[in-house]
């Protein structure tokens, strides 16, 4: 059984550029969530998703941020017009779904952005 | 706000020897807690979690304690072995609202042979 699968691992972009992040989830999860990590830091949570909703954004900055689970594909976090400070690590997360009493979030390898 | 802290950033120990690494929360909303361990390049792996109602949870060399009233969770590991060398991380979720998890800074584990 596949795990939670992230591509590309890593990415260089230029000041003003866009960034896209890809996140397959494990199969049977319907839930996805992405963290961003930066250097010396934990995980920060950003946004929660299930297939063609967004049930909790609170964590993503309120500009150039976006993401979306469509009914086919991958989760795709979006970064518009990036900037230095957007550089880290961009983890995604998935689980199936909520019951039975158990709440663990199984983690991709992570994407590393590098703005330069 | 920091909500989850680990105030131990590094913590050495000999092959063998227990391990305990440390975490205190602040929002008395959490109720379900969860330890990851990282290696570098890597993305976190999931080790064991606790929920509120119980105070103990245990799974081969791992157990996790939790006290609520202290607010104050606890990772052993017993007996430490070189591969569990790696960066440790507690997270709390308030699962009747936002699945959301909550990191603490992280703990780095060296285990010493």
């Known amino acids: 059984n596949a795990g939670v699968m992230q591509n590309p691992r890593h990415l260089v972009r230029r000041r003003g550029q866009e960034a896209r992040l890809r996140c397959s989830p494990m199969k049977g999860h319907s839930h996805v969530y992405w963290y961003r990590q930066l250097p010396e830091e934990g995980l920060k949570f950003m946004v929660y998703?299930?297939?063609?909703?967004?049930?909790?954004e609170s964590g993503m900055p309120k500009e150039r941020f976006s993401a979306e689970f469509p009914k086919e594909g991958p989760s795709i976090l979006r970064i518009q017009q990036v900037v230095r400070g957007d550089s880290a690590a961009y983890f995604c997360?998935?689980?199936?779904?909520?019951?039975?009493?158990?709440?663990?979030?199984?983690f991709g390898p992570g994407t590393r952005l590098t703005v330069t | 706000d920091q909500q989850v802290k680990q105030n131990s950033p590094s913590l050495s120990v000999q092959e063998g020897r227990i391990s305990i690494l440390n975490c205190d929360y602040t929002?008395?909303?959490?109720?379900?807690f969860l330890w990851y361990k990282k290696y570098p390049a890597e993305g976190p792996t999931f080790l064991i979690s606790i929920s509120s109602i119980k105070d103990k949870n245990e799974d081969g060399r791992f157990t996790v304690f939790l006290n609520k009233s202290a607010k104050h969770l606890s990772l052993h590991i017993v007996p430490s072995q070189p591969g569990d060398s790696a960066v440790y991380f507690c997270?709390?979720?308030?699962?009747?609202?936002?699945?959301?998890?909550?990191f603490g800074q992280g703990t780095r584990l060296t285990i010493n042979p």
């Open positions: 929002n008395s909303m959490f109720d379900y």
């Open positions: 997360a998935s689980s199936p779904p909520l019951t039975g009493g158990r709440y663990e979030q199984y």
């Open positions: 997270a709390a979720s308030a699962v009747r609202g936002a699945q959301k998890l909550v």
């Open positions: 998703l299930q297939k063609e909703n967004i049930i909790d």
